[in-house]
């Protein structure tokens, strides 16, 4: 058995919310070192990543002082100024849009690939130690702190360990922390399209009582054929529509993407291949057992419908960034118990509550019974024209 000297902190799992929280402590002047099973592969542009997010402002920033969002954006992202939300059963739609609330842009579509790529080469830069490949086998921890050992037979100590490794984190199983999932029976497809009506850099969804369908405008890399009308699809489907989508020739996909989006867009070309992931609401338990916290999916799992998982996962780095820093400027332990207590409380009942109002909205949206049918509609209608309420929602989502 191999051992290194003590760190003060051990990131598990390389992910954009691990990858950030490793290089967040780093930046703060903390010994860290991140273990990851697998390296991911180098971003290539002519390879599009079928995983994106709809990134919040609060984020991007949060990225911009880690030293990672200029190489991002300068790279390819999209910014979107506009988002449109309506329902299949009628009623007025709820929009968004930059203008009015006066902002040069409402948050950015990027790929997955792209944020872990920028992440990653930032890692060695700050001096973030890098395990990989290496998986986490056991568990060993105090008051004094942590002893992760490896597959490899090495042994880390620190006096604090993050899970970042995802919704099936081997971490947070071997801390003892049960996570409690609610199976939605639906899977979200994604791919890449061209509308046949330009995106106008927006963001649309519509809710269908199979699940809400949603176009993010993506970003054309200078293709003129595809300028403005290219766009990421997340389309949420009960399971045997999903495969039956994914199994469809391209020009049925493509008849039944037009209708599902009412022909607002027009019609659709397909240029992606088609893949689908199952749909789940989970949250752990806890945040934290003694010196062992938990961030991102290994602490919560969301429906994809507002786009906000990441951006939830990214907002624990933060808060966990503001800990530190409290932490030093007093003088105290990172990982004092009052001060993981009190994170973890603040964390786990934000993500609780995104969670579940998430889960709220897709049953309230994904069902065809007579009441919500009637009311839905008209409730975002009357958001929509309470300009106070779209700027208070807005800035929720946003983080700021």
Known sequence: MNRRGALDALVVGGGVVGAASALMLAREGLQVALVEARAPEPWRREARDLRVYAFAPDNAALLDALGAWERIAATRVQPYRGMHVWDAAGGAPLAFDADALGQPQL???????????????????????????????????????VRLGLDDGLVLEARL????????????????????????????????????APHRDTCWQRFLPTGPVALLP??????????????????????????????????????????????????FNLHSARAAFPLRRQLAQRQVEGRVLLVGDAAHVMHPL??????????????????????????????????????????????????????????????????????????LGLAGRMPPLVRALWRHAAGV
């Open 161 to 196: 360990a993050i899970a970042a490794d995802g919704g099936h984190s081997a971490l947070r199983k071997l801390a003892g922390i049960d996570a409690k999932a609610h199976d939605y029976g639906q899977r979200g497809l994604v791919a890449f399209v061209a509308s046949e």
């Open 218 to 267: 993506f970003n054309a890399d200078g293709d003129a054929a595809l300028q403005g009308r290219l766009g990421s699809i997340v389309w949420t489907l009960p399971d045997a529509d999903a495969q039956r989508l994914l199994d469809a020739p391209p020009e049925q996909f493509e008849r039944e993407l037009s209708a599902a989006f009412g022909g607002e867009l027009g019609g």
């Open 107 to 145: 948050g950015w579509i990027v790929e997955n690939g792209l944020l872990v790529d920028a992440l990653w080469n930032a890692l060695p830069v700050a001096g973030v130690r890098v395990h990989c490949p290496a998986r986490v086998e056991t568990l060993e921890q105090d008051d004094d702190g």
């Open 306 to 379: 507002a786009g906000q998982g990441v951006n939830h996962g990214l907002r624990d780095v933060s808060a966990l960034r503001e800990m530190v820093r409290d932490a030093q400027a007093r003088g105290g332990d990172i990982a004092s118990t009052a001060r993981l207590a009190r994170w973890a409380r603040v964390r786990r009942s934000e993500n609780a509550l995104g969670a579940y109002s998430f889960d709220v909205i897709n049953r309230l949206y994904s069902n065809d019974a007579l009441l919500p049918t009637l009311l839905r509609g008209h409730a």
